[in-house]
């Protein structure tokens, strides 16, 4: 049998992000509640999430950026969802390889391996220089792996971004519906992910389900 691969996003895969959208709130000057909602809200009408900010009047939004990082202070061991690292000891013991490969900026990488997050290969969007839902990304994933797309299950949060794309690639897609995306994005008809969980914990139970054998 062929090494099977398990490909994990990072935001609302692993991390919560509930921290970083606070610190945007925060540095806009904007109360929580108001701004998570506005997210929300904006998600549910098919936006990009960076059209919050245009919600808000927020235009030179990316100028906060640092404030941002500064009030956030990287990722925190709360951050961390909290089957995550137990789903990853739990899917290397049932045999799965494991990379993490997600649209995040470089310097998550280190961040993650310092909450103990670790994986045989490890990518974030901005080293690799390409971005989901880019084909690209996909095509990066199995030079990174070295693996047939059939052999790969790549995991996220996002229809758009994760599902969707991983589907095109011919890997297995596996949906985890925790998270804004997870809970308000629907599947269209015809997209029909390997798995649909709403955990990691949900997730190591089913693995299997992913790759039936053979009668
Ligand atoms: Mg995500």
Partial sequence: ??????????????????????????????????FLAGLGATLARGGDYRDVFALFGAAEWNQHAPDVEARHGGFQPQDLYPDALRALDGLRAAGYRIAIVANQPA???????????????????????????????????????????AQVAYVGDRVDNDVVPAIVAGMRAIWIRRGPWG?????????????????????????????????
Avoid: N
């Avoid at 310092?114 to 030079?143: I, N, Q, T, Y």
């Fill in 1 to 34: 049998m062929a090494d099977r691969w398990v490909v994990l996003d990072v935001g609302e895969t692993l991390i919560d992000e509930t921290r970083i959208w606070s610190a945007w709130a925060d540095a806009l000057g904007i109360p929580r509640l108001t």
């Fill in 107 to 149: 310097m998550r990488h280190a961040q993650l391996e310092a909450l103990g997050v670790l994986a045989e290969v490890m990518g974030m969007s901005d080293a690799l220089g390409v971005a989901k839902p880019d084909p690209a990304f996909f095509e990066r994933v199995l030079d990174l792996t070295g693996a047939e797309p």
């Fill in 183 to 215: 809970v308000i994005q629907e599947l269209l008809p015809g997209t029909d992910p390997a798995l649909v969980v709403d955990s990691l914990d949900e997730l190591v139970e089913r693995i299997g389900e992913v790759w039936p054998r053979p009668d």
